[in-house]
Structure formats: C-alpha cells, structure tokens
C-alpha cells in the first residue's frame, strides 16, 4: 500500500488509485478496515489545546459585580474591619469557583452533544453498504457521497454523477466545484483538482464514490491549523440580558450609595468610617451576585434534560426560544409516521393487486381485486415490480432485530414486494446490469436507471412522482390515472408512478434528454406509513398549548391530508399544494396561512416562504429538515430542527436543534424543557430578588430614621451565600409544572418580569423588610442585645426564604398541596443544608465570634418558624385572590 503526501492522487486513474491504497471498489473487509483504524489512528483533527484553568478561574472575577464586592473588601480592609473584608473575599471566591466549576461542566457538556451528533460516512466493507463514524473512515476507505453530505476524509472521486462540491472551506471560491473521476494534470492548483474531494467540504448536488486517500491531519484541512475549531463558548442573548442588567444595577447602586452615605454623614451626623460600612453592608445586600451562576446552571440543566429526550441542543439561544414556540412546521414521513413503508397497492392497466405484510419483513401475498385470476394478474404486473427492484438503491438485510433497510425506507419497501413476488434481489440485478443513473432530486421528482437487459438491449427504469411521470407520456396515455393515483392517495397511501423505456441501441450514459420521449407508464404502487402513536399523544399536547402543528410534505394532497386527519392535526384540516403557493403573493400568504394545516407537493423553497409568511404574522416558528436544501430555512426558522438519523450533515450544520431519533414527540419533548426552563429561570430571580431588595430596604430605612443596622454587612454576606447555593440552585432542578403544555405560548419579546413577578418582588421585598424589622425592635424590646437581635433578623430572612420558596416553586397553581409540600428530593436537601447552615451559624461558638451572633432561645426559633408559615399562607391567599381578580393573566386557570 502506497501512502505519500507527495503522491498526485488527482493525477492518477481512478483504478491505480485504488491499486495504490490496496482497495478496490467492493470497498474493504471489516478486518482491513480495523488494521488500518489501528494503524493511521481515528479519522479526525487534534483537539484544540483546553483553556488554561488558571486563566479560566481568573475570567470569572471580570463582572461588575465581582468588582463592586471586591472595592468593599478593600474599603473594609482599610477601615480595620479584617471579618467583614474576610467574609466578602469569601463569598466572591466561592461564586467564582461556583462559575468556574460550572463554566467547565457546560462545556464537557457540550462536548459530550457534539459527540452525539458526530458526522457519519456510507462506505462500502465487504461490498455492502455501511454507516460509520466518520472518525472510522480509514485510507483504502471506498464511501459513498451524496447531496448535502459533508466529505469525511480526502478521496479520489473514482465515479461522479452530477457532482458539485462547495470548498469554499479551503479554495475561498463561493461557487461549488464540479467534480468527475478522470485524472486531471499533476501541476494543476487545489482548486483545479477536480478529481478530488477534500475533507470538511459539502456535497451541493449529485452522487459519487470515492476512495479515501488521507485522513485525520494527513488531509488538506488538517494541514491548515488555523481552522481548528475552538471551545464553544456557554453564552446566550438570555446571559447577556442578565449581565447588562447587573451592570446598569451596579452603576444605580453605587450613585445610590454615595447619596445614601453623603446623607448618613452630613444629615446623620455618622463617623465617615461607620457610614461608609452601611453603605458597604446595603451595597452587599443589593447586588444579586450569585445569579448569573445560578442562571447559567438552569440553561445547561435545560440541555442536558432535552439530550435525554433525544433532542440535542447545538445553539444555547434555542433553549429559550423553544419556550416561545407557536408553531411547529413539520415534515410527514418519520417524523409523524414511523418511517416503516409497506407496499400495499399496485394498480396497472386493468388490474389491482392487494399486497399483504407489514413493515420490512419480505412474507407476504399479492391477490388480485375484483375477482381477477391471481396469477395473470401477478404475470402483468410483472414489468412494473421489476421496475421497482432496478431502479432502486435499498438493500434489506436480516440482522438480529429483523429486517434492516439499508438506503431509502420507500425502497426497502420495494425491495421487500420484489421477494413477496418470488424475485432474488441480487439475481435480477446481476441480470438487468445498471450501468447510469439520474439520482432523485427535490427539483424534478424522479429517479431513473439505466440498465443492460438480459438480451444485451438497453432499458430505462424510472419511478418518482406519478405527476412527474405522467408528464412524461403522451397525453392520450394519461386518461384515468391521476384520478387513479388520487383514490389510493385518499386513502393514506404514498403512491409512486413506475415508467420504463425500450432503447433504440445500447448506450452506457444517461441524461435527462434519453426521457423526452417513448416512456411506457407501467403503473401506481402505493405505500402506507402509519403515524407513530407517540406523534398523535404529541399533537394533542400541542393543541392544548396553544401550538399550531402544520405539516409541509412532498406527498399528494389527499395522502397528506389522510394522515392529518388520522392524527387530528386539527378539527378540519386544510391543504394548500405547492402550485398554489406559487400562485399566491407573500402578503396574502401571511393572511391565508393560519388556516392552513397541511402542505403538500412543497419544494424545500417553499418552506422558506412559509417560514416567513408566519413570522410575518408575529409566530415564533420550529421548523423540521434533513436535506440540503433546507438549510435556508432551518437557519430563518426560530429553531431548526434538523434530523438525527436520516438528516444531512448541512441541515444539521444549520439546525439550531438536532433530533436523535427523528421523531415529532421529541420536539414536542424539548418545547416543554424550553418552557420549564424558562420558568424556572424566572422563579429564581423571584426568589432572589425580593430577598436582596428587603435587605436593601432594611439598611436604607436603618440610615434614613437613624436606628442601628439590623444586620451586618458579613451576615447580608452570608445569607445571600448560603440561599444562593442552595434555594436558589435547586430551582434550576425543578420539574416542569402541571399544566406547562395547558397554557399559550409566551410572547418572544415578554419580559423575563412579568407583571405579576414584578409585583411580587415589589411585595417581597415590602414584607421581607417588614418582618425584618418586626423581629429586630421585638427583641430589642424584650430586652436583647443587639448580636441577638440581628441573629433572629439573619434567621428570619433565611426562614422566610425557605417558606417563599415552596410558593415561588408554583408561579401558575397553589403550593398548598400534599406534592407541594413534600417537594423534591432536590428541595428537601437545600432545605436541610439551609436549616444546618443556621443552626452553624447561630450555635457555634467560631461562628459567633466571626460574624458577632448569639446562640436563640426555643421560643425565638418557634417565633420565626411561625411567622414563616404565616408567610406562606398570605402569600396563597393573595394568590388565590389574584386569580379570581383576574388581575395578572398567567395566574388564570
């Protein structure tokens, strides 16, 4: 075997390509292919080198707010106040190694969601088809290409149809190369290496095989360093909003604060060094600095949620935006139905043919209807059943699950009518040799083969659309049959039209002019694919949430419509064909489109303009792909949905959301991830904010009526530190409400604040200060001293927190029921790190000298618990009396 990086592999024959790389076109066995893996190594680029941790941790401390706390320290530290400034070195080193350790979780997180969704190769081992990892492809490697496939490794193209390639990776030329096998000369440049396709380029149009001569590093791309792709970085339009707003919350905090400390000085007559400390201490208690972590942790639980429900997020913005989805465009076979065709009707010129089985399983009966002889019936449909077999590129294969298609299910399906009927797949074909093909495309609907018949004749075989068939024969041939392919569409069926043509003298290549005329249309067979039962349970989900499900296929009307009304896609549903979207302006397409639920005969183009006309009318659109040219659309899509198992590398490249297993359920799936997610980001800033605005308030109102602080600065430090860590994390954990896929949609641009959240903080915070301040002048009025009076304060805080948290876990129904209040195993352990952190903080000793508490008393504790509880109860009360207010739109039934 010669492998050189000096060898001009585009100036070779394709044939002594392959005698070089000890290959040939059958492809490897399986042992060569594992000799050669372990010998040149995984098929893939070197890893880009980790960020260095040091720096990692360090980026952690760059935020406004990190900044502020860190000025406080110091401000502390000069005023001799070595606890406090300790206590904020603290609390700003724990939420940067909080970041840091979540920071490397989202990307091995990642990491590990890239490797779910690694690129794939159809190589030939033992003279059948494969689908491997493309980091398995190994030197000697025969692979098969087709339209919107990324190439895995360097190969010399040993057989081109109507190949072009876009390289504008490695050449910078935007337009697609076309490519061929026939050598072209050795001192020719990259971009003229027409016989070749380079590693990371993408397949525009038509098929080839091609031999791999270089892998991993050994390939173009891999000798230019620089496009190595970097570590995908944990951000979101949701994370910049928040640390914008942390920011702009800063600034209003610090020119508060020095209003606040010029008052305390001047009007209070305050030493500057104890102003500056209360200043300090309301600065602290009004920064939330622990949720931009917290934040962050919900979305990459949101990820990891949605990667279990097969749906792999690729782009974080998606996880918010899937919460916002109002309308899921969808196509039909795999998705809806479950992909396993089953040929049921063969309809020929004076007869129709029962076919009986199911799925792959090639055991089954032809019976004539109409009491038509069986056998004459099968002999006359024997032209179109052979049809199917030859211009067909599916193999079925008996594995230990069954049988297995290899290729297009609609041509396994085919595949297995041929062996109903008596024929040997691999017989027919070594008989009726295929010499060319015109592979199907989206743009003309047909397939067509060219073969050598037996008697050394040469024969067209062509199946696709029975419109583009039909369109193919004479006129006068057509009478009856577009009502006959029509019937068995109504039906459910997808039906195919078969064609063949007689040559005059052999030929060896085919092109679209050998089709213009003397076509024989041989008949209809029609397939049922019946709708998964898991896309019928996710429809109704959809429907109940206000989602609009419309279906875009390529199949007739009447057979896209049956299946919509199996799955009750709507109470009536409605179809519009592709000739009549072209038929239509975008304006009024925007107006008809909302009834609408069904598009059949559609172009990937067409997609684009419905994806646009519902945009146009304020929809926030998830829009399902798999081929290349459906990638415009899944990029204009709100969140493309590109598919796992039958979908192109490009439409996966452009998708925002990748389905593992192809299925509607799944995205149904991750739309109900995306509302939880954003509901629970939502119940942490209300949980977090009211907490940070009582403290706020306590120490403004302390300096404004001149009384003594209710709580230091190192104690605001450290209740904020012991909820964030605990209460405010385990909400990223919470489960999805009852009742999350029973409301509408949110608006895209609604404010992570609603009205009733707003009010709510406003309220909080009033109540939280409220019951600060009440247990603070209790315990100095029965005779305390001032560290007792502030310990209950910082454990009144911390109790009324946890009772806050069991409301805000429901934003939409009460919390006052038997699972509300057992709450999660998640909710049970913050709680009881809480109760233990307190108990920390108010009974030992090291705890009392740092931070000046004293130990409570029972009834103290019974005091706070019970005002806790009492907090619980008014707050689902005003609930309740929100709701029959109809006051705040989320919180009606």
């Excluded at 960020?51 to 990190?66: M, T």
């Excluded at 917290?294 to 990891?304: E, P, R, S």
């Excluded at 439409?651 to 990748?658: C, I, N, S, W, Y």
């Excluded at 915070?765 to 009025?781: C, I, R």
Aim: some cysteine; aromatic content about 6%.
């Amino acid at each position: 075997m010669r492998l050189d990086d000096e060898l001009a592999w585009h100036a070779m024959e394709a044939e002594e390509a392959l005698a070089s790389l000890d290959s040939r076109r059958a492809g490897l066995d399986q042992e060569e292919a594992r000799q050669r893996r372990a010998r040149f190594g995984p098929n893939s680029l070197p890893p880009p080198p980790p960020p260095n941790p040091l720096f990692r941790l360090l980026a952690q401390f760059n935020s406004a707010l990190i900044y502020f706390l860190l000025a406080a320290a110091a401000a502390a530290l000069m005023l001799g106040h070595l606890v406090d400034a300790a206590v904020v070195l603290f609390v700003v080193l724990i939420n940067a190694l909080v970041g840091f350790a979540q920071e490397g979780k989202a990307e091995r997180a990642l990491g590990a969601i890239r490797d779910l969704i690694a690129p794939h190769a159809t190589v030939l081992r033992d003279g059948a088809r494969q689908t491997v990892a493309a980091s398995d492809v190994v030197p000697g490697d025969v692979v098969l290409l087709e339209a919107g496939d990324r190439v895995p490794a360097d190969m010399r193209i040993v057989r081109a149809r109507g190949l072009t390639i876009d390289e504008a990776l490695l050449t910078g030329e935007s337009v697609a190369a076309d490519k061929h096998e026939a050598a072209v000369a050795a001192e020719s440049s990259l971009g003229e290496h027409r016989s070749m396709a380079f590693s990371g380029t993408l397949v525009a149009a038509g098929q080839a095989t091609g031999v791999v001569t270089a892998t991993g590093s050994r390939t173009q791309i891999g000798h230019i360093s620089g496009l190595v792709q970097s570590v995908e970085k944990v951000t979101t339009p949701l994370l910049r909003q928040i640390n914008s707003f942390a920011r702009r919350f800063t600034a209003l905090v610090l020119v508060g604060a020095a209003l606040l400390f010029i008052f305390a000085v001047l009007i209070r007559d305050y030493d500057w060094s104890d102003a500056l400390i209360a200043v300090v201490a309301l600065a602290v208690g009004a920064i939330p600095e622990g949720l931009p972590a917290v934040i962050t942790i919900t979305l990459a639980i949101g990820v990891q949620r949605m990667a279990a429900r097969k749906a792999v997020i690729r782009k974080l913005p998606a996880v918010e935006t899937l919460g916002a989805t109002s309308v899921i465009c969808t196509d039909k076979t795999g998705t809806l139905t479950r992909n396993e065709m089953t040929a049921r009707r063969i309809v020929i010129a004076g007869h129709e043919i029962r076919v009986s089985g199911s799925g792959y399983v090639p055991e089954g009966a032809l019976t004539a209807e109409n009491d038509d002889d069986d056998t004459a019936a099968i002999a006359t449909a024997s032209p179109i059943i052979r049809a199917a077999l030859l211009c067909n590129d599916a193999r079925l294969r008996q594995g230990e699950a069954g049988w297995i298609v290899e290729g297009d299910p609609m041509e396994g399906a085919l595949v297995a009518l041929a062996m109903k009927a008596g024929l040997n797949p691999d017989h027919v074909r070594d008989e009726w040799l295929r010499l060319d093909e015109i592979p199907f495309d989206a743009m003309h609907r047909f397939m067509a083969t060219l073969h050598r018949a037996p008697d050394g004749g040469g024969v067209i075989m062509i199946k696709g659309a029975p419109e583009a068939l039909l369109d193919m024969i004479p006129a006068g041939d057509r009478s009856g049959w577009a009502a006959r392919a029509a019937m068995a569409a109504a039906a459910g069926e997808r039906v195919l039209g078969f064609g063949m043509k007689q040559l005059a003298a052999p030929q060896n290549d085919l092109s679209f002019d050998d089709l213009g005329k003397g076509v024989e249309f041989l008949g209809l067979i029609g397939f049922i694919d019946p709708p998964r039962e898991e896309a019928l349970t996710a429809i109704a989900q959809c429907r109940s949430a206000g989602i609009a499900v419309k279906m875009i296929t390529g199949d007739h009307v009447a057979t896209a419509l049956a299946i919509a009304r199996q799955l009750d896609l709507a109470d009536d549903p409605q179809a519009m064909t592709g000739a009549e979207l072209d038929a239509i302006s975008d304006d009024d397409l925007a107006t008809a489109i909302a009834d609408i639920s069904v598009f059949a005969r559609t172009s990937p183009e067409h997609k684009l303009r419905i994806i646009r006309a519902l945009q146009t009318s304020g929809a926030i659109v998830a829009m399902t792909g798999d081929g290349v040219n459906d990638a415009p659309a899944l990029k204009q899509a709100d969140v493309g949905t590109a598919m796992g198992l039958k979908g192109t590398e490009a439409a996966r490249e452009a998708a925002h959301m990748v389905l593992l297993d192809d299925n509607f359920a799944s995205i149904v799936a991750a739309v109900q991830e995306g509302r939880t997610v954003h509901d629970n980001i939502r119940k942490v800033i209300a949980l977090t904010l009211p907490t940070d605005g009582g403290e706020m308030l306590v120490i403004v109102l302390a300096i404004l009526l001149d009384f003594a602080l209710p709580m230091t600065a190192t104690q605001i430090l450290w209740i904020n530190l012991v909820t964030a860590v605990t209460l405010g994390l385990v909400l990223a954990f919470e489960p999805a409400e009852p009742g999350v896929m029973c409301r509408p949609p949110r608006a895209a641009d609604a404010p992570l604040l609603s009205p009733f959240l707003l009010w709510r903080v406003v309220l909080l915070s009033l109540l939280f200060t409220a019951m600060s301040l009440g247990v603070f002048f209790h315990a100095l009025d029965s005779g305390r001293g001032i560290e007792t009076a502030r310990t209950m304060v910082v454990n009144m805080v911390a109790v009324a927190e946890i009772f806050y948290m069991f409301s805000v876990r429901y934003l939409h129904m009460r919390s006052l029921t038997w699972r509300g209040a057992l709450g999660t195993p998640a909710v049970l352990w913050a709680v009881g790190g809480v109760v233990a952190s307190q108990l920390v903080f108010t009974y030992a000793p090291f705890m009392n000298d740092i931070f000046e508490t004293r130990p409570l008393d029972v009834q103290d504790g019974l005091l706070i618990i019970g005002i806790g509880v009492v907090l619980l109860l008014f707050l689902e009360m005003e609930k309740l009396l929100m709701r029959r207010l109809g006051w705040f739109a989320e919180l009606k039934p």
